[in-house]
């Protein structure tokens, strides 16, 4: 409620309660890679986006929300979360935006929502490749809309509560250790190969991090090794001391006159695959190819005969084979009971965080309206200690007021005060209170609300 422009009046300025807490408005749509979902979700994520593509990506999606939409992609799904009425709202942006059809997507709302997207920070949604590291992929995904434009604020308050209780849940079952990552299935993959007679070399495409580690390990097996960059100079001071060690070359060269090797390992950052039907692979000798991009950067159909690809079907099987003997029901069960004690928590965390935040606004409001106060004409002689001061000590009343302030008190708080001002000036300030304060109460978090 705004006051600007309208009579003086008395009685109580009130904020109209939100009918629901940002909690139960959380909505979660997600979408998970299996044979029938595989072409959706490349269709989907952003894995292969630069930052400009992902940006306007999820701008879009704010645009057509009418606030901030979170978004996620890993090697093993997409997920979306957004505050709004129904899950459905949701689920129609998303489809809108990508124009994709979620039809295999499964949905989440209110406490449930946050449920999943702690099961799935903490890596125990789905025990498969990659699930350590998903906890950093949120916590970057959580920075990357912070610093965009379109973020909503609440929805970020709820997610960083999502990554609290993860590191609890974590803690908790000592999971320390769930399928092999990446990583290791490669380096299993590569002493495999090295006990059944050695490699004569390996072809690595790509010099980012996944690429980087792949030669080291390599390096570690004293295999030669050649690194296809589209920038070999800049790829060789990745590498620093390792780089005399490594052959370089460009991609142009690769293709021209591609070096005999019977292992190639593509690290690519790619949003469609560099070889497939259209363009096959430059070379037609035996080989295997280990395809650690996704989006995938090698199609089946971009390999010759004599070829075998393993990409991230190939490592998903991998991972579940050497889960077996995980007795996942158990560990489940005894996260979800340490979810309900860490549920119990929540609501507390919120309540605070949002009144601090609060809090923070008022102070801020109230420090510029400090600043406008001395800048004024008013302020004559200069007396802006007590100023300053003054819109200090009515920001923090104003912060023990809560949710329902009475205009006579506004004035009489302004008009008693023992601060040296003119009476002119302190007419100034009690119209400037009295514009803003309702505004003020419109920022109040929920559990601060009285009707």
Known sequence: MSLTGGPRIGGDVSMLAVSRKPLERLAVVTLRMSSTTMEDIRALTTEGHDRAQREAFTLDLANAHGSGVFEMSTCNRVVYAGLCDDVAQLKATVEKVSGVALTDVVEFTAEEAWEHLVMVASGLDAFVLGELQVLGQVRSAIEHHRQSRHADAELLGVLEHVVWASRLVRKHLGFTKTTASMLNLATLSLDAMMAKGGLSGCVVLGSGDMGRKAVEALLERNVPV????????????????????????????????????????????????????????????????????????????????SQTLQGMNHWIQQAHGLNEAVD??????????????????????????????????VHHTFAKLAAGWVASPLNAPPNTPELEAFGRELATWLCKAHGTIVLD????????????????????????VIQVIGDLHDHLPPSEVRT
């Open 409 to 432: 008190d506004v004035r009489e708080r302004v008009q008693t005060t023992a601060r040296p001002l003119s009476a002119s000036m302190l007419e100034r300030i009690e119209d400037d």
């Open 226 to 305: 050649t690194v296809v960059s589209r920038n070999p100079e800049r790829a060789q001071d990745r590498f620093g001391p390792d780089g005399s060690k490594i052959t370089f070359m460009d991609f142009e060269a690769w293709s021209d006159s591609p070096p005999v090797a019977p292992l190639i390992i593509s690290t690519m950052r790619v949003a469609t695959p560099v070889y497939g039907a259209k363009r096959r692979f430059p070379t037609a000798e035996p080989l295997t190819v280990m395809d650690f991009s996704w989006p995938p950067s090698i199609d089946p159909e971009g390999l010759h005969p």
């Open 328 to 361: 996942r029901p158990a560990l489940l069960a005894e996260a979800r009971q340490e979810l309900s004690r860490i549920h119990g928590l929540l609501e507390t965390r919120l309540a605070s965080a949002g009144q601090s935040d609060f809090r923070s606004f």
